[in-house]
Structures are given as structure tokens and as C-alpha cells.
């Protein structure tokens, strides 16, 4: 029998309306580039990564796996028009070209990555203008897809995928997981006769920084969608966080789920989580204090090392990561073996490369892009050890995963040690800040710009975590939302 062809592949951007870095096509290239056809298996093949778990589901299945795109660029502002246009375009040229390669019509279905919050220049809902582009190249054949924790879904994505599975772990550590479970869903559709019905219920909230899912009171929630799940006739449910810096009127939080052949059923479950998650709406915010009242809580006790996030420079969230606030209060109060993952300069990194290793420089670093980044943190600085920072992600999220952050640089001054890097990223890990000869495990105190995701490598041996709030482009308390639907939770009392 011949094996079904199933084209796979991914376009995949987080968009915040408040970064002022700009994306482009060509932003892939910070990341893993613009990745086509063949070349999808060398760069993605047994990573911890929604296509890598496509192409290990798809093998299990004995699928035959035609690889379209993939194009993933660091969250950053709004794509432009034309540049969504091309890649979207291109997507949907390889979908039909893989559906003719045996001159044998069209693919028998489509696993896609998408985030689930782009928002490209006048497309609010760039996730649903994908996939209705890529419900008429695949005709009548399954579209699954996997999504990001933090999508804002809307009718439109619900209406031209026949399945959606989001990501359930945050930090995201499932996505290979997920994608073999779009691989799974695929092959009941094709072979099982299973019809995914697939419902959303929307909430008309944004989800609090409360949402690590090995932690109470998120973790509950999981658990329910769980539970959800085990019921006679439920596939898969899922629960969005949302996205709002995307600030597009269908941003949200929601639940999705897909049945066997019922779409009641569906949308009754998708509604009764929905309506717990709703009923306990306060329970998912969370107030945040700076890095000065955090080291005034902590004292100087331990257990160490305390790490310290400032989510609102998170490069994962589309910040610059050159914010200064906590450089500056570590700097300031002169912490012994303390660190900050990452700033991103592109200029002190250059500045440490041209002193090189062993060297001290006068260095003001970070705080370059925008006023709203705080200012340089000026000192002299000595160059412990600088790279062309290419590395591989030693996980666990991306693990197996080659990429660069450009000219890097390992500087201290005094007792307090920073990572300059060139590209933007958040330190999902610490192999870059280990090959520049920083240690974190080593540290008392380490600063990370990352909002969750760090945790999946830094958590196990921290002896603390605290997330603080420091001056950003993405400040909560400074952010004006323009474009959300409203009302919605807690920016309007619901
Ligand atoms: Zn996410």
C-alpha cells in the first residue's frame, strides 16, 4: 500500500505590538535560519522541537514526510505585509507541489507549527490568514496543528484546522511530545476512522504570570485538562494562556478541545474548563516586586544560588534584552559571585572582542535600544573570555539544537559577571554562558532575562526563584493596550 504523504512545516512568530525591534524575513536568520524542503530533517530531525516530533511521529507512522518550510524568527514587532505574504505563499507552493510528487494529486494532510499569536502588518489573526491559506492547498485533507502556550486562538484558526494541540508544559519541554501527538491524531484520522471535531470556548482574560505548570495553582488546571481528557470521546484538550503584548482584538485566554465525530461534546467540555479557569480568575495574577526588594527579602542566607528573573525583557516576549534595572541594582549593591544572562549589545561585544580576553575596558553596556530600557551601566569591565557564541542547546527545551547569539562576551565587574551577546535569545540554558567559562551552578545569585522557560534547566539546582519587575518596553505597568477586545480580565473588573 502506498504510504500517505504528509507535508509538515512551520511558520512560527510571537509578535509583540510593543517591541521596537523590527521582524523581517531575514530575522530567521538570528535564529535557526530560513529552513526548506530536504533540510528540514537535518536541522530538526531527533530535537526536542514541535518538527522534530513531526518527523519522529511521522516515521513511527511510516508516513511519507514531504518537508515545505520552516521559518521561525525571535519575537519581535508585527511582520510586514509583504513579508508574510511570501512566506505564506511559499508554505502553501510546497504544500501542492508535495501533494504532485508522484504526479499523484494532492498530500493526504498537513502538520504545521504555527505560535498562535503572530500578528503581521494588517493581518491582526496571522495564524488564522495561514491556516485558511493552507486549508485550500489541502483541500479536504486533515490540517493539525500544534500551537504555543501562550496563543491567543481564534474562530478563524478553529475553523480551518481540524485539529489543535497546545503545548501543556510551561517552560514548553513537550514539543516534541506534542508534535508526535499530531502525528498520532493524523494516522487515527487516516486509518481509525476518528473525525475531530474541534470546539473553542474564549475567555475574555489574559492569564497572569501564574501559569508554570509544575506549580500549584496552574498545575491544577493542568490536572483538570487531564481529567478532561480521559473522558469516553474527548482526543485532546488544551489550554491557552494567551499572548496580550500581541494586542490584537482576539487575544485571550481559551480552551479547545476535539472529539471523536461530536462537536457538542467538544464545545460543552471546551466550556465547562474554560468556566472553572474563569471562576478562579484571580488566582492566575500575581504582583511583582523589584530586584532590590528581593534581595531585601532574601537577605543573605541561601540556600544559593537565588535566581532572578526580570520577565519583562524577555527576548522570548519580543524585549529588546538590554534592559539595565537589574544589572544595575546587582552593581549597585555589590553581590559577590552574581550573573546576568544575557544583555544584548551588539556594540560591547564588539568593544570586548576588539580589547579580547584578559583585558579592561571602560564599557557602558546595555540599555541602547530605547529610553523605556533604562540606561547604560557604565564601570570598567574586565573581559573574561569573549566567542563567536555558537553553541548547542543542552536543554532540556531545544536541546540537541545548534544556533549563535553572535559576538559574545564573558565581562565582571567587581563580583558581578554579565553575558554580552549579539543576537537576542532568552537562556533557555547555560551552555553559552559555560562556554565562555560562567558557571550559574557555581554563582549566588543569577540573573536571567526569561519569564518561564528558564526553569526547565535552572530550576533543579536553584536554591530560589524570584521573578521581579523592572523598567522595560513590556512593563505591565506601563504598557497601554490599543487594540484588545474588550472587556476583558484584569485590565476591565469582570
Ligand atoms: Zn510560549
Redesign the pocket.
Known amino acids: 500500500m502506498a504510504r500517505e504523504r504528509i507535508a509538515f512545516g512551520c511558520i512560527a512568530h510571537?509578535t509583540s505590538a510593543f517591541s521596537p525591534v523590527p521582524t523581517t524575513i531575514a530575522s530567521a536568520e538570528e535564529r535557526f535560519g530560513y529552513v526548506r524542503g530536504e533540510d528540514l530533517f537535518t536541522s530538526f530531525r531527533g530535537t526536542n522541537t514541535p518538527v522534530g516530533g513531526f518527523i519522529d511521529g511521522g516515521e513511527h507512522h511510516g508516513f511519507e514526510l514531504l518537508p515545505t518550510i520552516y521559518w521561525e524568527a525571535h519575537p519581535g514587532g508585527p511582520l510586514p505585509a509583504a513579508d508574510f505574504a511570501a512566506l505564506v505563499r511559499e508554505l502553501v507552493d510546497r504544500i501542492a507541489a508535495a501533494g504532485a510528487v508522484h504526479g499523484v494529486g494532492a498530500v493526504h494532510g498537513v502538520l504545521l507549527e504555527l505560535?498562535g499569536s503572530m500578528v503581521a502588518e494588517g493581518e491582526d489573526d496571522a495564524d488564522g490568514a495561514i491556516l485558511r491559506a493552507v486549508r485550500r492547498a489541502a483541500g479536504a485533507a486533515p490540517v493539525i496543528v500544534q500551537l504555543?502556550?501562550?496563543s491567543n486562538v481564534s474562530a478563524e484558526m478553529v475553523e480551518h484546522a481540524d485539529g489543535i494541540i497546545v503545548?501543556e508544559s510551561?517552560p514548553?519541554v513537550d514539543q516534541a511530545e506534542r508534535g508526535r501527538e499530531c502525528a498520532d491524531l493524523m494516522a487515527r484520522v487516516l486509518r481509525d476512522g476518528v473525525r475531530p471535531a474541534l470546539a473553542l470556548a474564549p475567555l475574555p482574560m489574559i492569564w497572569g504570570k501564574n501559569q508554570i505548570t509544575a506549580h500549584p495553582p496552574m498545575r491544577e488546571a493542568i490536572e483538570r485538562l487531564h481529567e478532561l481528557e480521559e473522558r469516553p470521546g474527548i482526543l485532546y484538550a488544551s489550554i491557552s494562556t494567551c499572548?496580550p503584548l500581541a494586542d490584537a482584538p482576539h487575544v485571550g485566554a481559551s480552551v479547545s478541545v476535539i472529539a471523536d465525530g461530536d462537536r457538542a461534546l467538544a464545545q460543552r467540555s471546551a466550556d465547562e474548563l474554560a468556566a472553572w479557569i474563569f471562576a478562579r480568575r484571580a488566582d492566575w495574577q500575581t504582583s511583582v516586586p523589584t530586584t532590590a526588594e528581593v534581595l531585601d527579602e532574601i537577605g543573605s542566607t541561601g540556600p544559593y544560588p537565588i535566581v532572578i528573573a526580570d520577565s519583562n525583557d524577555n527576548c522570548?516576549g519580543g524585549a529588546p534584552g538590554d534592559s539595565t534595572g537589574m544589572l544595575r541594582t546587582f552593581v549597585e549593591r555589590a553581590l559577590d559571585d552574581a550573573c546576568v544572562l544575557y544583555i544584548v549589545d551588539p556594540q560591547a561585544a564588539l568593544a570586548c572582542h576588539r580589547a579580547g580576553a584578559g583585558a579592561t575596558v571602560r564599557l557602558a553596556v546595555g540599555g541602547k535600544s530605547v529610553p523605556a530600557q533604562g540606561r547604560p551601566v557604565e564601570a570598567e569591565w574586565q573581559v573574561v573570555a569573549v566567542s563567536d557564541g555558537a553553541y548547542t542547546y543542552d536543554g532540556p527545551m531545544n536541546a540537541g539544537l545548534s544556533t549563535t547569539l553572535g559576538p559574545s562576551a564573558h565581562v565582571r565587574t567587581s563580583g558581578v559577571h554579565v553575558i554580552i551577546v549579539t543576537y537576542r535569545d532568552q537562556p533557555f540554558d547555560s551552555a553559552l554562558a559555560r562556554s565562555l567559562g560562567l558557571h550559574p551552578q557555581r554563582m549566588r545569585y543569577v540573573g536571567v532575562k526569561s519569564t518561564g522557560?528558564f526553569r526547565a534547566h535552572f530550576e533543579p539546582f536553584a536554591g530560589a526563584i524570584r521573578t521581579v519587575n523592572e523598567p522595560s518596553v513590556h512593563d505591565p505597568t506601563q504598557v497601554r493596550y490599543r487594540n484588545l477586545g474588550r472587556p476583558v480580565y484584569p485590565i476591565d473588573p469582570l
Do not use: A, K, L, Q
Open positions: 510571537e505560535h504555543d502556550i501562550h503545548r510551561y514548553e499572548f522570548g522557560h
